[in-house]
């Protein structure tokens, strides 16, 4: 989510997510700081959106910061000393910008192109992490206007060496930005075409971030500098016990997107969401998670169809008051599709859900317009399964679900994907018993429908996903290869679920293959 925040004319404020991008822009394109700007943006800096957990400082146009914009010196009697007014004018505002980015709660970086002149380069020194483009220049141009660049040399003497300082200030020429990065004044350096993808990586990185981690990160780069042993031994053990003691707390209750029904089928309630108008698609979660698995493609998806997701038994609001039975949580699906009048539907089953689709749509054949098995597989078998069903259930023993929980999100997700979609997968795992979750666990890793997969004709997708570790598309494959006709594809920047990761792409994919399926107008599956 982008949500644009108005301070300043000369200063964009957007949040990203929960991170706060700052974009300097001046009319004349050299994003010089007037004394306003200086004031706004220290504002901004010192207090910015509650939910922030990072700021991004970048220019508009061809530089990052010209410095600090020509101002009237201050109006003084002839007799008057000027030191005075020269602090309190010059010297003040600007200390109070160097000092918001130091005591900032949260990591300041900034993104740099063309040049970062004066306070412009402080303001990089400052910031807790820089990336500039390989063209930019950084330079201090008060010696060439006959005063001391002190100010400017006040932040840079807590990030760089006294001589680099001196090669900087003394010099009068600008340095590029290989120079600053042997400085240490920036982080990296890239390409100018790769500015922008390195400023949205950053700020997906951030977003992906435990926000307490993100403050103990950034607790530690301003309190650190000039301690020593055991102070520092000290700060270190504070940090990692206030962002771990985070982690530890019990995730919060989950709480269902949509109003669910629900039926009864051999004793055990089935719920399921029913939401949108058009051709019926049914979709099947993970294992530990629910129908809410879907909540971030269902917006796509229901622009054009009438979606079912159901909980599976044990899942969500289902119940399991018996033994798993793969077979029966295909019948389930089945019941559904009775119950409430699907005679033709799409089928998406991603990972535990591909599973079951392949036993629904052998079970009732051609009802099944189209299918897709994301992040599935037929089968697996060997040592490699025992070994990890073994890891689960030591990890289980030892930890409570909740932690389980979150250690799993972090083992499945993209590294990028938001935080509080980490947070809510987590929740969604951490609702389930342990035991039932090690005993559903044990039957789908041990489950085979490897021999239902030749007598399948319905058209079929196998949708991996770039960085699943946990199903590979060799693994995937071996289902293309057992269904006849059935399509592979790949989704890039995408874990094993990827329906999460990236759901706008996740949901392209089902809209382009399910139009194939249905008439000219949409309405119906074809027959």
């Not at 399921?272 to 796509?300: F, K, M, Q, R």
């Not at 699943?468 to 890039?492: H, N, W, Y």
Request: hydrophobic letters at 45%; proline letters at 5%; glycine letters at 8%.
């Amino acid at each position: 989510m982008n949500e644009e925040i108005g301070m300043h004319e000369n200063l964009l404020l957007k949040m990203k997510g929960n991170v706060l991008h700052i974009t300097l822009s001046s009319a004349d394109g050299k994003n010089e700081l007037d004394d306003s700007m200086m004031r706004a943006l220290t504002q901004v800096i010192s207090d910015p959106p509650e939910s922030t957990v990072a700021i991004v400082l970048s220019g508009e146009g061809e530089n990052f910061c010209g410095g600090r914009a020509a101002s009237p010196p201050p109006a003084l009697s002839p007799t008057e000393d000027p030191r005075p007014a020269i602090k309190a004018r010059g010297a003040a505002p600007i200390l109070a910008l160097y000092e918001a980015i130091r005591s900032s709660a949260v990591p300041v970086a900034c993104f740099v192109k063309g040049l970062a002149s004066g306070m412009g380069c402080a303001i990089v020194a400052a910031s807790d992490y820089a990336v500039a483009e390989m063209r930019s220049q950084f330079e201090a141009d008060e010696l060439a206007k006959q005063f001391a660049p002190a100010l400017l040399m006040s932040v840079l003497v807590a990030r760089v060496h006294v001589k680099a300082i001196s090669r900087l200030v003394l010099t009068g020429q600008p340095i590029d930005a290989a120079t600053a990065l042997d400085f240490g004044l920036i982080g990296e350096m890239v390409a100018p075409w790769e500015l922008d993808k390195a400023l949205d990586d950053f700020i997906a990185f951030m977003n992906s971030r435990a926000p307490q981690a993100l403050r103990g990160v950034k607790t530690f780069l301003r309190e650190s500098p000039g301690l020593h042993s055991p102070k520092l031994a000290t700060l270190a053990a504070d940090v990692l016990a206030e962002s771990i003691a985070a982690r530890l707390d019990v995730t919060a209750p989950f709480v269902p997107s949509h109003e669910k029904r629900s039926l009864t089928v051999d004793g055990e309630r089935i719920a399921y969401i029913d939401v949108g108008n058009g051709p019926a698609v049914v979709l099947l979660h993970s294992l530990g998670t629910s129908s809410a698995l879907w909540d971030d493609v269902l917006p796509a998806l229901t622009a054009k169809y009438r979606v079912v997701a159901i909980d599976a038994r044990g899942h969500g609001d289902s119940t399991k008051r018996s033994a798993w039975n793969a077979d029966a949580v295909a019948n389930d699906v089945v019941a559904v599709a009775e119950a409430i009048g699907l005679d033709c539907f799409g089928l998406v089953g991603i990972s535990m859900g591909g599973l079951t689709a392949v036993r629904v749509a052998s079970k009732l054949g051609r009802r099944v317009a189209v299918m897709v098995l994301s992040s599935a597989y037929a089968g697996v078998s060997g040592p490699a399964v025992e070994k990890r069903l073994a890891a689960a259930e030591g990890m289980l023993k030892k930890l409570p679900m909740h932690l389980f929980a979150r250690m799993y999100v972090e083992q499945t997700l993209h590294r990028n994907t938001a935080y509080p979609k980490r947070e809510r997968l987590a929740q969604q795992i951490a609702a389930m018993a342990s035991t039932d979750y090690l005993e559903i666990l044990r039957a789908i890793y041990t489950d085979d429908v490897s021999g239902l997969l030749r007598d399948i004709e319905v058209p079929t997708l196998v949708l991996s996903a770039e960085l699943d570790m946990s199903i590979p598309r060799a693994v995937s494959a071996k289902l293309a290869q057992g269904i006849r006709g059935a399509k592979e594809r790949t989704l890039g920047a995408a874990a094993h679920l990827s329906c999460v990761d990236t759901p706008d792409a996740y949901a392209e994919v089902l809209l382009g293959l399910f139009e194939k399926y249905t008439d000219e107008g949409g309405e119906v599956w074809k027959s």
